[in-house]
């Protein structure tokens, strides 16, 4: 049953830890994508990446980091840096291609008090 | 960047009525897609209109875009109350870069 999994669903940390949210997919797509999502505020790029160890800075990059090792792994590090890391974090995967559908996860709901 | 904007911000209509929800954006696209989000979810592509296109079907979806306008429209007919979501338009512009997502719609359907 192909798909993305992002793990844990619910994470809990507190401030000034470091986090990191696991995203996998085995669909076999090129290009995976984080983006994060706050109440009334839609969905902004953290992250994209196109292909295996080269990733691009989205809109709102400031804060957090990623890796791409792996084609079907895309790790998401919020860091202390991020000065307010609680959201929903969505991640996604697509073939390669100009405006191709996103396939994504269920979301991980990260909270730091 | 945030380029497709949806009209209505939320939406309660009755069962069996039709959904009518608005998308504008800015600059020019490639295509434009439909997602809909049922709460605490992950977004589910719906459907896709390339910028050569004026409308498209998908079941009970009807998807109409007019770039003259900058706008796009995604009606859903007979609606159920399983169709409560949220809806987001979202935009691919020339070049390769990542789709653009709007705020969406937050679609009730009262049974």
């Known amino acids: 049953d192909g798909g993305i999994t992002q793990s844990p669903k619910y994470l809990f940390r507190k401030e000034g830890q470091n986090v990191t949210l696991s995203c996998e997919q085995n669909l076999n797509h090129d290009a995976m994508y984080w983006y994060r999502q706050d109440p009334g505020q839609g969905l902004r790029l953290i992250y994209y990446?196109?292909?295996?160890?080269?990733?691009q800075k989205g809109d709102i990059a400031e804060g957090y980091s990623v890796s791409r090792e792996k084609k079907e792994s895309f790790p998401l590090t919020v860091t202390s840096a991020q000065k307010n890391p609680t959201a929903f974090y969505l991640c996604a995967s697509s073939e390669t291609g100009v405006g191709s559908p996103l396939h994504f996860g269920n979301g991980t709901r990260l909270t730091v008090t | 960047s945030q380029q497709g904007e949806e009209d209505p911000q939320a939406l309660s209509i009755q069962e069996g009525e039709n959904a009518t929800m608005n998308c504008s954006y800015k600059t020019s696209i490639n295509n434009l897609q439909w997602y809909r989000q049922n709460s605490g979810r992950g977004l589910v592509h719906l459907i896709l209109i390339r910028s050569n296109e004026r409308e498209k079907h998908s079941g009970r979806l009807r998807v109409t875009l007019d770039t003259s306008k900058k706008s796009s429209s995604l009606l859903i007919t007979a609606s159920r109350a399983a169709d409560t979501a949220s809806y987001f338009c979202a935009t691919a512009n020339s070049g390769n870069t990542p789709l653009v997502f709007g705020k969406g719609t937050r679609l009730s359907v009262i049974a």
């Open positions: 990446s196109q292909i295996v160890n080269d990733f």
